[in-house]
């Protein structure tokens, strides 16, 4: 199929005076459309149209605009052009009246077919003599004829880059472009940047996000070994994989006008690091080639950084209910609710606890199977509050939910595809819940249930001593990996504990990360001569980061120096660990660093414990670290 195949006579236009208004020259062109039969409802059309405009124009400057949308009220993918020689203001990027204007329609299922024809006219605007003859032409034949002679001789934006030579070290630059219906932008924007980067000869590989899915996914290693990330998008993209790089974050437009700008700034690593907070919205489905570890951390890791927030939100405000109220010798099992306003606090903060289980499970089973698994997932999640097998029954449950929906994706495949409407909205829903409480009922509770009050019990009933390597595991785990694995295992075991009423855990896991930034900035602060320049003006940032529990802020200088860095931050952490152990401090509020000590057990010697373990390891680290030449 050809980009002529679905753009017809009828539905081109020359020669057009200008219109009045950026609406007025949607419905000239949605006229034109609508005479090519492409729409089964004009009028819902223009309005997703519209809609697709008032998240960004789609006037991408230099004279060239690409309104469009993705709705259920186009009958067939379709291409509408208009040429307006004097131009209107269609609130372009650059400020300049648009003359060549090409309306794109897909519809909702739309095959990848008709994404990449779409893409393919998108990357071929990016010509200059091209967008000029198009502009000149006399007639429509001739319109069509300089179409299929560009076709002829360009490949498709879906195939391989035009992009420099790969270096043995890898791609200098990576970058993903992203709009919002991830039709035409998307495409440009990856065309402009890959042409740029050939033109200055730096090597680039670029990941766009469109309506066909994630192609050219970049690799972690390829990421680990970039200068630079250029992230062009209108949408959230997966931005977990780019912790701890130079990451620019701009506008997918910005990607098609300012491409040179861009590739400068990300060559000179002139961008701020990257610090992911487990907030930003994550891309659901496995990347090809990836392990069967790494696809079951992933899924783990998007049911904890949409629990963390419930977790951290009612946490920090069960904990300023003790903190408010009065406590009663008389009744101790009241603490926390024998005045109102206690009450209160801790009424709220255990609503929003209370949602933390459901939520892990849930966004497992979506991670694994999209939104059908989200609820069986949820169901799993409370009956596992619910039958006393906890964190860890909720998180056997969310796989199972994702793996269960999967299940039933294969068993009902033999039904029609006129009937996949009903899968979503009746059958999987009904299955999937059924089939979870089944599960969840008769095979994860029982057994769950019992291991989950040994294990509480034992830590518990721990002598002091063994309590003590406890912190040090934790502890020193926070700063292994800082923000990866490691660090979130022994995060989310804290905050696993919590709800069953073990604090202790989870205020030497908090400890432990905070010692790797502070134990930084003092080094950079008392012993800056064995760092470059950059790093002892970046260092005193860690402070911040560090008392704010941010483990990732020491996550540059780790990268810069591992060998030396994060040995002496996991000595630090676990240290650290162990004396919030041995000084019984405790902790309900799974987060907020220095800003919740009032709401510790035992505060005082509980930062005595955190600049213990920074002091350590800002003197190993500095023993471990030779001074610089005075150049640096």
């Not at 929906?405 to 899968?423: E, H, Q, T």
């Not at 920074?614 to 680290?621: F, K, R, T």
Request: charged share 15%.
């Amino acid at each position: 199929m050809k980009i002529t195949d679905i753009l017809k006579p009828v539905s081109i236009q020359l020669n057009v005076a200008p219109p009045k208004s950026k609406v007025e020259a949607i419905n000239i062109l949605a006229d034109l459309m609508e005479k090519g039969g492409n729409l089964s409802n004009k009028e819902e059309y223009v309005k997703a149209v519209i809609a697709r405009e008032d998240s960004g124009s789609t006037g991408l400057g230099d004279g060239i605009a690409t309104p469009h949308a993705k709705s259920s009220a186009v009958r067939e993918a379709g291409l509408a052009a208009m040429v307006v020689p004097q131009g209107m203001d269609f609130a372009a990027l650059d400020g300049n009246p648009s003359r060549l204007f090409f309306m794109i329609a897909a519809p909702n299922s739309a095959s990848d077919l008709h994404v990449q024809l779409l893409s393919k006219l998108a990357t071929m605007l990016m010509d200059p003599d091209f967008k000029d003859a198009l502009i000149n032409a006399k007639s429509v034949d001739e319109f069509l004829q300089l179409i299929n002679e560009k076709e002829e001789g360009k490949s498709s934006a879906e195939e391989a880059p035009a992009e420099a030579e790969k270096t043995p070290d890898g791609y200098e630059v990576l970058a993903v472009t992203a709009c919002p219906t991830g039709i035409a932008h998307t495409y440009m924007a990856a065309e402009s940047l890959e042409q740029h980067a050939k033109r200055k000869n730096i090597s680039i590989k670029v990941e766009t996000n469109g309506t066909g899915g994630r192609k050219n996914v970049l690799t972690d290693e390829e990421i680990a070994k970039a200068k630079c990330i250029i992230v062009a998008a209108d949408k959230n993209v997966p931005m977990a994989r780019f912790n701890g790089k130079h990451v620019i974050i701009t506008k997918v437009a910005n990607g098609i006008n300012k491409a040179d700008e861009l590739l400068d700034k990300a060559m000179a690593q002139d961008a701020p690091i990257y610090h992911h907070s487990g907030n930003d919205e994550e891309a659901s489905g496995s990347v090809e080639g990836e392990s069967i570890g790494r696809q079951i951390y992933k899924h783990l890791m998007n049911g904890v950084s949409h629990m963390l927030p419930f977790v951290v939100g009612g946490g920090i405000l069960i904990a300023i209910a003790f903190l408010v109220d009065v406590y009663d010798p008389a009744n101790p099992s009241n603490f926390g609710s024998n005045t109102p306003l206690a009450a209160f606090f801790k009424n709220v903060g255990g609503v929003s606890f209370g949602f933390m289980l459901p939520v892990l499970a849930g966004f497992i089973g979506m991670s694994i199977a999209d939104r059908p698994g989200l609820v069986a997932g949820f169901v799993g999640g409370a009956l596992a509050n619910s039958g006393g097998s906890g964190f860890l029954g909720a998180l056997i449950a969310g796989f199972a939910a994702g793996y269960i929906i999967l299940g039933l994706r294969k068993a009902l495949n033999f039904l029609p595809a006129s009937l996949d409407g009903i899968k979503n909205i009746l059958l999987y829903p009904l299955l999937g819940v059924f089939l979870m409480g089944i599960a969840i009922t008769f095979i994860i509770n029982p057994p769950v249930s019992a291991i989950n009050t040994w294990l509480v019990e034992t830590l518990k009933g721990m002598d002091p001593s063994s309590r003590i390597l406890i912190g040090i595991v934790v502890g020193g785990m926070m700063s292994i990996d800082m923000g990866g694995p490691f660090n979130k295992a022994a995060y989310v075991t804290g905050t696993a504990l919590l709800a069953d009423g073990e604090f202790g855990v989870m205020a030497s896991v908090m400890a432990g990360g905070m010692v790797p930034p502070i134990a930084i900035a003092l080094c950079t602060t008392f012993f800056g001569n064995r760092f470059t320049e950059a790093e002892r003006k970046s260092g005193p940032t860690n402070y911040i980061m560090g008392l704010s529990f941010i483990t990732e802020g020491a996550i540059p200088f780790a990268a810069a120096d591992p060998a030396r860095v994060i040995p002496s931050c996991i000595v630090g952490s676990a240290v650290a660990g162990a004396l919030s152990m041995a000084f019984e401090c405790t902790l309900r509020a799974p987060h907020g660093g220095i800003f919740v000590v009032p709401t510790i057990g035992n505060p005082l010697m509980y930062l005595v414990a955190i600049a213990a373990g920074a002091v350590v390891s800002m003197i190993l680290l500095a023993i471990l670290k030779k001074p610089l030449n005075k150049k640096q």
